[in-house]
């Protein structure tokens, strides 16, 4: 599967954005799906995943109660709400795709999307 990441720009502390992630392919619902980050000089880290069917969601210790993962079987698509953004959300978000649930980790992940920046501006 092919994943591609979109949505990412700039916003203020405390604004929101909403990233999404399109893939090809005709297995799209049997793939959990998740986001991840990484800033400059740091490991990527995971943010929150989503299972095949759209009813169970996990979250990042840091994002939990600010982020939201969903899912559309229909378009091929997950989305990441994110709202209450701090500067320390700065980072460059990737789109992940694998058949386990709950997802592993990164060295584990089957799919990558290339990633888009989001940058958050105090």
């Known amino acids: 599967v092919q994943l591609q990441a979109s949505g990412g720009g700039l916003a203020q502390a405390g604004g929101s954005l909403r990233v999404s992630c399109v893939a090809s392919?005709?297995?799209?619902?049997?793939?959990?799906m998740g986001w991840f980050r990484q800033a400059p000089g740091k490991e990527r880290e995971f943010v929150g995943a989503?299972?095949?069917?759209?009813?169970?969601?996990y979250y990042g210790n840091s994002v939990k109660g600010r982020f939201t993962i969903s899912r559309d079987n229909d378009k091929k698509a997950v989305y990441l709400q994110m709202n209450s953004l701090k500067p320390e959300d700065t980072a460059v978000y990737y789109c992940a795709a694998d058949s386990t649930y709950p997802l592993g980790s990164p060295a584990e992940i089957r799919y990558w999307g290339k990633g888009t920046q989001v940058t958050v501006s105090s």
């Open positions: 392919g005709r297995t799209f619902s049997s793939y959990a």
């Open positions: 989503v299972s095949w069917s759209g009813r169970m969601t």
